[in-house]
């Protein structure tokens, strides 16, 4: 059996290890947990799938911390955005959605139902602009880097967005 001295000596040694392998593991899951929210909510939205945001919320993290031991936010989101060209098909980011009517008047009983369905039926570009921007609050620059589009292009592409969420919102609440 062992003696008091050994035990006290053990569980000395024991509460050492843990803060001995935390450094190198603490840089991962905070970088990890700052971002995994939004990666997470855009992959939904882009795939409308819990089962492939999930998916692509692994190969995203594991591809940015391939290529850096710290990745930034913007690098993270680059990451994300080279996946969903890769595997989910959405290829060059270009504006596509065509001019919307500007809809005034939307009955008030509109359901959060119809917003997302609305959200799901826009295009790949104005889709991840209105992400991008109304539910994560990215600025135009950051946006314009991320998608490779200008500025103005992302101004544009969220502002036909809205008008197409009105449009569909619209016909879905009558």
């Known amino acids: 059996m062992a003696s008091t001295v050994q035990s006290a000596m053990v569980s000395e040694q024991m509460a050492f290890l843990p803060t001995f392998a935390q450094p190198s593991v603490n840089p991962f899951k905070s970088?990890?947990?700052?971002n995994r929210h939004r990666v997470y909510a855009i992959a939904f939205w882009m795939t409308d799938s819990e089962l492939q945001a999930e998916q692509l919320l692994e190969t995203t993290f594991v591809s940015a911390f391939a290529k850096s031991d710290c990745?930034?936010?913007?690098?993270?989101?680059?990451?994300?955005?080279?996946?969903?060209?890769?595997d989910h098909n959405i290829g060059t980011l270009t504006l596509k959605?065509?001019?919307a009517t500007v809809v005034l008047n939307i009955r008030s009983n509109t359901k959060r139902?119809?917003?997302?369905?609305?959200?799901?039926?826009?295009p790949a570009t104005e889709k991840l602009m209105f992400l991008m921007h109304d539910v994560e609050g990215y600025d135009h620059v950051r946006i314009a880097r991320t998608l490779g589009v200008t500025e103005q292009d992302s101004k544009q592409g969220l502002h036909q967005s809205r008008l197409r969420i009105r449009e569909l919102v619209g016909k879905m609440a009558w």
Do not use: F, G
């Open 97 to 99: 959605c065509a001019d």
């Open 113 to 122: 139902v119809h917003l997302e369905l609305a959200v799901v039926q826009l």
């Open 71 to 86: 990745p930034t936010e913007e690098d993270i989101d680059n990451e994300l955005i080279a996946q969903l060209r890769e």
């Open 31 to 34: 970088i990890y947990e700052e």
